[in-house]
């Protein structure tokens, strides 16, 4: 059961553009909606995250908006540059039996183009 | 201050062979984590330990998969036999706990595994 749904699969932007990925999950004892960003090669390094508390987080050119009763996030990523060009995953985690277990969307290939 | 290292970081190996990874964490990170992440997938939690105890273990194939964490520090998995299957990156992460499950989770760089 895949718990966490992330689109799309892949995203090409301009440089300066807006780079939107969204995430859906499942689970209402979900409560913590952290970011992942992983570049070839390299493991998973957080970016950003979120708790369910707050409807938006922003963090430099990167934001998290949450919508609760929709059950969706989404990231934001501003004025995108060709150095944010990696994979981004959306994860879960919360109250058990999801407790310090990060429950990871499908991934985006983001390629910001010069 | 140094990441969580793994080793090795490829592995090529015959279809029936054992394999071994290895993973040393974040010094001061009681929890350590081994994922799968197959290839345009995100990772899978495989096992939790906290400390030298495996907190979750749900999703470890237990037939063919093992795991161990001596002395609550460095941690082995390993695979016996492998099958065509279980070629993916293995990815090692650590977190110093605290907050309820939702520390930050740092990952090393991964053992990529082909099976043969």
């Known amino acids: 059961q895949q718990q966490v749904k992330q689109s799309p699969q892949s995203l090409i932007v301009q440089k300066g553009g807006i780079s939107i990925i969204n995430c859906a999950y499942e689970?209402?004892?979900?409560?913590?909606f952290p970011w992942y960003q992983q570049f070839p090669g390299k493991g998973p390094a957080l970016l950003i995250a979120i708790r369910p508390d707050v409807s938006e987080k922003k963090e430099g050119r990167f934001t998290i908006s949450f919508n609760k009763s929709a059950k969706q996030f989404s990231l934001h990523i501003m004025d995108s540059q060709p150095g944010d060009s990696a994979t981004y995953f959306c994860?879960?985690?919360?109250?058990?039996?999801?407790?310090?277990?990060?429950?990871f969307g499908q991934g985006t290939i983001l390629t910001v183009h010069p | 201050e140094a990441g969580v290292v793994q080793s090795p970081r490829y592995k090529i190996i015959e279809k029936k062979q054992p394999v071994a990874f290895w993973c040393n964490p974040i010094s001061g990170h009681n929890t350590l984590y081994w994922y799968l992440q197959n290839l345009g997938q995100g990772p899978e939690l495989l096992i939790r330990y906290e400390n030298e105890e495996a907190v979750d273990d749900s999703q470890l194939p237990k037939d063919r998969f093992s795991a161990e964490r001596l002395k609550g520090v460095d941690s082995t998995l390993k695979i016996q036999p492998a099958e065509l299957g279980d070629s993916a990156v293995y990815l090692c992460a650590s977190s110093n706990g605290g907050t309820g499950g939702r520390e930050t989770q740092y990952f090393g760089p991964g053992t990529r595994l082909l099976v043969l």
């Open positions: 689970n209402t004892a979900f409560d913590y």
């Open positions: 994860a879960a985690s919360g109250a058990p039996p999801s407790y310090g277990k990060l429950t």
